[in-house]
């Protein structure tokens, strides 16, 4: 439920919002497409331990849609 809510303002707000204040409509349409090909948070970490980074955890942040991730790298 929470998901829907964020993708639809993402994808609809978010860019309307941008473009009345910038003054160009088309300033934020980029974002819901950029925001959806971010890793989720499991495979952002599963690429750090296959890139050689040990101890890898993460913090989700502001209701599950910002994550921390951290790592040791050797």
Same mark, same amino acid.
């Given at each position: 439920?929470?998901?829907?809510?964020?993708?639809?303002?993402?994808?609809?707000?978010?860019?309307?919002?941008?473009?009345?204040?910038?003054?160009? +409509? !088309?300033?934020? #349409?980029? =974002?819901? $497409?950029? *925001?959806?090909?971010?890793?989720? +948070? !499991?495979?952002? #970490?599963? =690429?750090? $331990?296959? *890139?050689?980074?040990?101890?890898?955890?993460?913090?989700?942040?502001? =209701?599950?849609?910002?994550?921390?991730?951290?790592?040791?790298?050797?």
């Amino acid at each position: 439920m929470l998901g829907d809510l964020y993708r639809f303002y993402t994808r609809k707000v978010l860019p309307s919002i941008g473009g009345l204040i910038s003054g160009d +409509p !088309d300033a934020y #349409a980029y =974002l819901p $497409k950029s *925001v959806s090909r971010f890793f989720r +948070p !499991d495979e952002l #970490a599963d =690429l750090m $331990k296959q *890139v050689g980074y040990k101890q890898v955890r993460y913090h989700l942040m502001t =209701l599950n849609s910002v994550a921390l991730h951290l790592g040791v790298r050797e």
